[in-house]
């Protein structure tokens, strides 16, 4: 049945991130926060993914006064946030006692909405997180988001999907997210996907599809996702849309308006708010945070199933190494290493591992002559369940007789804040439960900052407490 879409608006989280590497400051966004509260928004994203990492190492700012901050201005609309499951903030397994301690921290600072994911689609490895976010979010109202990584391959069929789907529903999920963060679903294949998982899921299930524009599909994919009856779209206002980050909010909602999926939001309320983040826009883009190049459309993502990131990354590693003309064979090579490894979602950190595996295998002129830890950790089971059975030839050649592991991962780990917390107690950067948990998401990073911040609060060195970066 038809009815009004919901819109999340990225502009202060993934659009930047998409496309100025997370560069945005809190100051940019604070002049238009009230005006972003009035749009009448599901959700604004503000927080995770890489925001909790970059605020720190290049922005000198702590990502918890940001929140807080955000929180300040938004008292309408709910402020959302990116969990990488286990991974939480970072980009490791985290013992449970952390998962259960930030995201109480996240939802005491400020958040409404947490959309949690694991880059292998193993249900295993969010079981602690959504646990935590149903502990701490339906006290005060929050939605616990579960995502699916979504991707194509042997291993990915509507079944896979809506199996997957009514899983995380099961444990607990208010809202299903189908995160297309490469995009690589096409338009009439989201209609059919969304079709089957509104006829699959509770009708109290709310269907949340995120997407990106990097092969130019984005709009068409919500459009034809919105006629299938999902219910809440990613976009960003315009100055910070399109290309590698989300379909444009305006043209979006100028779409809609006056038929049977209307948004409700008025255009005219947009206005001012993308005029401001058009500044903000030109101001990034002259100190080199945002390439004009990642708003155009790469058809590379279509035809190597390799997202823009990825491929960027991969052009890179073959610079370094003086092998750019090797670049057809690595991507002819991914999707082999992406089958020994059993077919893992490419989204961090298997898209860098699976690409890393493929330069190597290429310039070392023999696959797997030389493997990375992460490759080993990948075929030993210590990311989680992959989708299809490795390649044993490959794993027997890449573990060396190392042990695998069935379990979940996270299983192996014994609890970690208080002897975190010591630690940060002991360094002198103690003023807050949140410093553990930035500590323990960043080591190096979070006590270069602490430094920063007690030069700055104690009126040491004012230039440095102006914004240069602390020296390690």
């Known amino acids: 049945m038809a009815k009004k879409v919901m819109i999340m608006d990225t502009i202060l989280r993934d659009a930047h991130q998409s496309q100025a590497a997370t560069r ?30 970059t605020c720190m190492r290049f922005l000198n700012e702590d990502p918890w006064e940001r929140l807080r901050t955000l929180k300040k201005y938004l008292k309408k609309t709910p402020i959302q946030m990116l969990l990488r499951g286990q991974n939480l903030l970072g980009y490791r397994n985290y013992a449970d006692d952390l998962v259960d301690k930030l995201v109480d ?38 939605v616990c988001e579960a995502a699916i990584s979504y ?14 789907a009514k899983t995380y529903e099961s444990m607990g999920a208010d809202n ?18 969304v079709t089957a998982l509104k006829k699959a899921l509770r009708p109290e299930t709310k269907l949340h599809l995120h997407t990106h524009n990097t092969t130019g599909t ?12 999902v219910d809440i779209v990613d976009t960003a206002l315009s100055p910070l849309a399109n290309g590698t980050s989300q379909p444009a909010t305006e043209s979006l909602v100028a779409t809609l308006k006056g038929t049977e999926y209307d948004t409700g939001i008025d255009l005219e309320k947009l206005i001012p708010i993308a005029a401001h983040f058009k500044k903000v826009a030109a101001e990034l883009e002259k100190d080199g ?21 990825m491929l960027s990354n991969l052009m890179n590693q073959l610079k370094k190494a003086g092998k750019e003309d090797k670049l057809p064979e690595v991507l002819a090579e991914v999707p082999n290493v992406r089958r020994d490894c059993g077919y893992p979602p490419l989204v961090t950190p298997s ?43 490959v794993a027997e050649k890449v573990l060396k007789g190392e042990k695998r592991i069935t379990y979940r991962p996270a299983d192996d780990l ?3 804040y208080e002897k975190l917390k010591q630690e940060v107690v002991e360094k002198g950067f103690y003023t807050q439960e949140e410093d553990v948990l930035s500590y323990a998401s960043f080591p190096e990073v979070a006590e270069n900052f602490f430094k920063w911040r007690k030069a700055r609060d104690k009126g040491v060195d004012s230039d440095l407490a102006k914004g240069g970066v602390y020296p390690v």
């Open 218 to 229: 984005g709009d068409m994919v919500n459009l034809m996702a919105i006629q299938a009856g």
């Open 151 to 164: 991707t194509t391959g042997p291993a990915y069929s509507l079944e896979y999907f809506v199996n997957l």
């Open 351 to 393: 898209s860098q591992i699976v690409g890393t595996q493929a330069v190597m295998n290429v310039v070392m002129g023999e696959r797997y002559k030389m493997v990375t830890k992460e490759t080993r950790d990948l075929f030993a089971g210590k990311y989680g369940r992959v989708p299809m059975p490795i390649n044993e030839e």
């Open 24 to 53: 945005m400051r809190t100051e940019q966004m604070i002049p238009v926060l009230s005006q972003l509260d009035e749009v009448g928004y599901y959700s604004l994203e503000g927080w995770g993914g890489a925001t909790f990492d």
């Open 414 to 416: 014994e609890p970690e």
């Open 105 to 142: 921290k996240c939802f005491e600072n400020g958040i409404g909405v947490i959309r949690v994911f694991d880059a292998l689609n193993d249900p295993r490895n969010i079981e602690a997180s959504m646990r935590a976010i149903k502990k701490y979010g339906t006290p005060v109202g929050g």
């Open 289 to 309: 945070s945002l390439n004009p190049k990642v708003r155009q459309v790469d058809v590379n993502t279509l035809i190597y199933q390799v997202p823009g990131g």
């Open 176 to 193: 299903i997210c189908i995160k297309d963060m490469a995009n690589l679903l096409l338009p009439f294949d989201a209609f059919e996907l």
